[in-house]
T-cell receptor, first 112, second 112 residues
């Protein structure tokens, strides 16, 4: 069982608001990821990080940004939320060696 | 990006029967595969993984089979239980990259 946490679990906000989704892991994993997932659909990679001060854009274009100042923390920020951002956001980190990827519980975002 | 797809969007099985969930992938350079289980409202949960130098791996009640010739992956669940009801995803990782690609998922319904 992996120790990876996401807050908030649910968020309802109005259009134009700035929000930050938090993700933390206590396993010392270097690699961390953010995925976007619509209900019943596949996961789309939006950001990832190889370690502190490393961030990369994923395959799905996203208006969000990320930062990696500490190994255990990988927050995702939306400067101005829109209804099209409504989705579930999943954070993950990988172990070394077998590179098994573990997920947090997700944040369900609804932008009105 | 790579294409990872599942043959059946929904699978219904009787409790106690064996379940087989299939997955096709298109990138022959993928060297590592993972099966995830995702219950409603939760993040994906690691079930079992397999490296490309293997063709079979067994866990508790689950077996993953890898056929690299036809780029096919399957998850077998023995004696399926109601608690196995969930959406199952396969994911692949391309050799030397740190990104995972996910299929759209198969929903498993276990009838009591």
């Amino acid at each position: 069982e992996a120790d990876i946490y996401q807050t908030p679990r649910y968020l309802v906000i109005g259009t134009g608001k700035k929000i930050t989704l938090e993700c933390s892991q206590t396993m010392g994993h270097d690699k961390m990821y953010w995925y976007q997932q619509d209900p019943g659909m596949e996961l789309h990679l939006i950001h990832y990080s190889y370690g502190v001060n490393s961030t990369e854009k994923g395959d799905l274009s996203s208006e969000s940004t990320v930062s990696r100042i500490r190994t255990e923390h990988f927050p995702l920020t939306l400067e101005s939320a829109r209804p099209s951002h409504t989705s579930q956001y999943l954070c993950a980190s990988t172990t070394s060696g077998p590179e098994t990827q573990y997920f947090g519980p997700g944040t369900r975002l609804l932008v009105l | 990006g790579e294409s990872v797809g599942l043959h059946l969007p929904t699978l219904s099985v009787q409790e106690g029967d064996n379940s087989i969930i299939n997955c096709a992938y298109s990138n022959s350079a993928s060297d590592y595969f993972i099966w995830y289980k995702q219950e409603s409202g939760k993040g994906p949960q690691f079930i079992i993984d397999i490296r490309s130098n293997m063709d079979k791996r067994q866990g508790q009640r689950v077996t993953v089979l890898l056929n690299k010739t036809v780029k096919h992956l399957s998850l077998q669940i023995a004696a399926t239980q109601p608690g196995d009801s969930a959406v199952y995803f396969c994911a692949e990782r391309e050799y030397n990259f740190n990104k995972f690609y996910f299929g759209s998922g198969t929903k498993l319904n276990v009838k009591p």
